[in-house]
């Protein structure tokens, strides 16, 4: 029953927010090429949802699942803190990610501590979606560059 409840609050919670004229959150996928590998390098999948907070920052979840198609997957969620400093909440931003990053080779796990930072610019298609390409530094991975496309709500 609290499943139901809590499923029904949060579709309403969203249901009323699309209609709302200020687009707080947005959702957005895409592709990334990184070093998570030992040799060469990764292609990866990028799941992303934000909110936007006062003074054009917001806060969200990354997740992107890389895999060097010899035998090393990378999981890596991550929360961030995104600063759009030229106001607003579209145009160029630098973000903070604090997260895992879990290693499946072989069979086993290794978890490890994720830090790293990402710079992008979040190009507005009309008043609902958009389209962010993006660059990132940070620890185990080294770099990433990719692009996301989303919907705002």
């Not at 409840?5 to 709302?20: D, R």
Request: hydrophobic fraction near 50%.
């Amino acid at each position: 029953m609290k499943k139901v409840i809590l499923l029904s609050a949060l579709i309403l919670a969203l249901s009323a927010s699309l209609y709302a004229k200020e687009k707080k959150a947005a959702i957005g996928i895409g592709l990334e090429w990184n070093m998570n590998a030992r040799e060469n390098f990764a292609g990866g999948a990028v799941f992303s949802f934000d909110y936007n907070l006062p003074r054009a920052f917001a806060l969200g979840v990354n997740v992107t699942a890389s895999s060097n198609f010899s035998g090393i997957t990378v999981i890596e969620p991550a929360a961030f803190l995104r600063w759009y400093f030229l106001g607003g909440y579209n145009g160029f931003f630098i973000q903070a990610d604090l997260g895992v990053y879990l290693i499946l080779e072989d069979e086993d796990l290794t978890p490890m501590f994720l830090g790293g930072f990402r710079g992008g610019f979040r190009f507005p298609l009309g008043n609902s979606f958009y389209v962010e390409p993006f660059g990132r530094i940070g620890y185990p991975f080294a770099f990433g560059i990719g692009a996301l496309a989303g919907i705002k709500f």
